[in-house]
């Protein structure tokens, strides 16, 4: 399976402090993609980074792809109590899109 | 413009009764999904659709049926519900294949089988 897996399963910080998420995978893909979940909502997407991409930012957002290590890291910087939701990535291979458990980011004021 | 709006949000049923999720999409997306996400499991797709008046299976297909019959809307039934089949489903659209195009979430129906 090429399921991202993302690392810690849950994150406690306060606000203004950094957060970081791993996701790692298992096999070759196209692209990976980063959505937030807010308690009892959709999911929302965040970044979709190609594999022949390393880094890309968005507002307070940094993801890097290293397809040597088959893994990503999101990292969200200046942390608000608004971050506070759960993070998924999802890897796309050759035409399916799998998504990890997540991770529970909890930033506290 | 509302993206993707699935109904009913909340639904109890008991085994073996049947149902109906609809979800509606005005973004005129070809792609549309269907996902369950179950704690500590993940989102896992159901059905897919990549066109009007085309569906796919996904990882999750048995004990479901869809149907694409307009591109705004995609239907997810259960002809025989079962407690397994509790879990939150959410559908989703895209603009573009290969998931090369962001996926657009609805809110999600939370449906309990007793």
């Known amino acids: 399976s090429q399921q991202g897996e993302e690392d810690p399963q849950a994150l406690s910080i306060q606000e203004g402090e950094n957060a970081t998420m791993n996701c790692s995978y298992k096999?070759?893909?196209?692209?990976l993609q980063w959505y937030r979940q807010n308690s009892g909502r959709g999911l929302v997407h965040l970044i979709l980074i190609r594999s022949n991409e390393r880094e890309k930012h968005s507002g307070r957002l940094r993801v890097t792809l290293d397809t040597s290590k088959k893994s990503s890291s999101l990292l969200i910087t200046a942390s608000r109590a608004a971050d506070t939701a759960s993070y998924f990535c999802?890897?796309?291979?050759?035409?399916?899109?799998?998504f990890g458990k997540g991770t529970m980011l909890l930033v506290s004021p | 413009n509302a993206g993707v709006t699935q109904t009913p949000k909340f639904r109890v049923l008991k085994t073996g009764q049947s149902m109906t999720l609809l979800c509606a999409q005005d973004m005129n997306h070809e792609y549309m999904y269907w996902y369950r996400q179950d704690p500590g499991m993940g989102l896992r797709l159901i059905h897919y659709s990549v066109g009007e008046g085309t569906t796919a299976k996904g990882e999750v297909p048995d004990g479901y049926n869809v149907s694409r019959l307009k591109k705004q809307n995609f239907l997810l039934g259960l002809e025989s519900a079962a407690p397994s089949q509790t879990s939150v489903y959410f559908c989703a659209s895209s603009g573009g294949g290969s998931y090369n195009s962001p996926l657009h979430f609805g809110n999600g129906t939370r449906l309990t089988v007793t």
């Open positions: 999802a890897t796309v291979g050759y035409s399916t899109l799998t």
């Open positions: 096999t070759s893909i196209n692209n």
